[in-house]
């Protein structure tokens, strides 16, 4: 069984108190870069790895996909986004993304949100993902910075008085294991380089097309003041990368 802490009542219960759950895209401090590398939606088939409440599925939809498809693990991530999803163009269905096939040239668009760092192999994910897209097709998708995963710890160094001081970085180069505490829970991720990240889509055929290191936004920062420190260090990598036409 792959890792599904999001099943555990009390970890289920403290994510949906997060920003982004109760907000949605609005509330993710990344979602105006990830939104800006959106290629054209209108008559594209979508597949979302990690789909959680399906946001990014309803959303995609909004701008005129002709269909789409969520993924996730969590029976109660998919519970909530059944809930909040009144289109029979969305088809939710429970697997770990490890396990999950489709066929060759199946979809248009592949997106994930904050999911692969919760996965062994990312190289994987990425021959799987080359072989469903269409020729031309987009693999859009975000996870935690490496700067963010090197340390088990992931948290500031603060002084005695409890004023953050920097954001430590160390084992940058040991890729692997991180066992971590995230909401009220112990959970494992895996950290891998930057140069991983790059170089596994750039091994499966894929030309990298951007890659962003977003800040909060404006908007966020007048409305959330705490979220000026995110700042000083990136928490997320955005990647969007295409298939050749060849």
């Known amino acids: ?66 269909s789409v498809t969520g993924i996730d693990l969590s029976e109660k991530m998919l ?33 994930s949100s904050l999911a692969f760092h919760y996965i062994a192999s990312f190289g994987a994910i990425c021959q799987k993902v080359y072989a469903w897209l269409k020729p031309g097709g987009t693999f859009l998708f975000s996870v935690e910075h490496p700067i963010f995963t090197s340390r088990s710890e992931q948290d500031w160094y603060s002084d ?20 971590t505490s995230f909401l009220t829970e112990n959970v494992v991720k895996y950290h891998r380089t930057l140069s991983t990240y790059l170089n596994d889509l750039i091994g499966s055929g894929f030309n990298i097309r951007a890659v962003k290191e977003p800040m909060p936004s404006d908007e966020l920062l007048q409305t ?7 700042n000083r260090r990136p928490m997320f990598l955005i990647i969007s990368a295409e298939k050749g036409l060849a």
């Open 160 to 179: 005695d008085q409890g004023n953050r001081l920097h954001w430590p970085v160390d084992h940058y180069q040991f890729e692997g294991i991180r066992e």
């Open 79 to 111: 519970q909530k986004a059944r809930e909040n999803t009144d289109d029979p163009s969305i088809t939710y269905i429970k697997a770990p993304i490890e396990d999950i096939q489709f066929t060759d040239s199946q979809f248009d668009l592949v997106i």
């Open 1 to 66: 069984m792959k890792q599904n802490k999001y099943d555990e009542e009390t970890f289920f219960a403290a994510y949906e108190q997060m920003p982004r759950s109760v907000k949605g895209l609005e509330g993710a401090g990344e979602w105006h870069v990830w939104q800006a590398l959106l290629p054209e939606l209108r008559d594209k088939s979508v597949l979302d790895l990690g789909c959680g409440y399906g946001w990014h599925c309803r959303y995609v939809r909004e701008q005129q996909a002709s």
């Open 224 to 230: 959330v003041p705490e979220m000026k420190d995110e």
